[in-house]
């Protein structure tokens, strides 16, 4: 069985094989959503994108982003800039499959201005 690693939280939990990522953390009391968006947010549909998530290792072993999914991520401009550099490890957990080992970084800082902004 595929393993979670919730970075953040110091937890791994086993899942079935093609778990779905939101319900997993739901199911381990992780939360993938950060601020308002805990009140406010879609119920899993991908539309809201606020339960985006950063996968660090084994993105290789989540699903494929399907079109949606992108589109969706595209539509919001927090996502969008957020995905720059980062299209295979931004996903939103409510449309991300497991399929094997990963680890996740829920509710991601981003680094808005680069390595050397300021150097
Ligand atoms: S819960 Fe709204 S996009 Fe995932």
Redesign the pocket.
């Known amino acids: 069985m595929p393993t979670i690693k919730f970075i953040k939280e110091k937890k791994t939990v086993e899942v079935p094989q093609g778990a779905n990522l939101?319900t997993e953390a739901m199911k381990a009391g992780v939360q993938v959503y950060q601020g308002i968006e805990k009140v406010l947010?879609?119920p899993?549909?991908?539309?809201?994108?606020?339960?985006k998530v950063m996968i660090k290792k084994g993105a290789e072993n989540c699903s494929e982003q399907s079109l949606w999914e992108k589109a969706?991520i595209l539509k919001h401009p927090i996502a969008m800039f957020a995905r720059i550099g980062n299209e295979n490890e931004l996903r939103?957990?409510?449309?991300t499959c497991v399929n094997g080992d990963i680890e996740v970084e829920t509710t991601p800082e981003f680094n808005w201005h680069g390595e050397k902004f300021w150097g």
């Open positions: 939101r947010h879609c899993g549909f991908g539309l809201c994108t606020a339960c969706n939103l957990s409510c449309q």
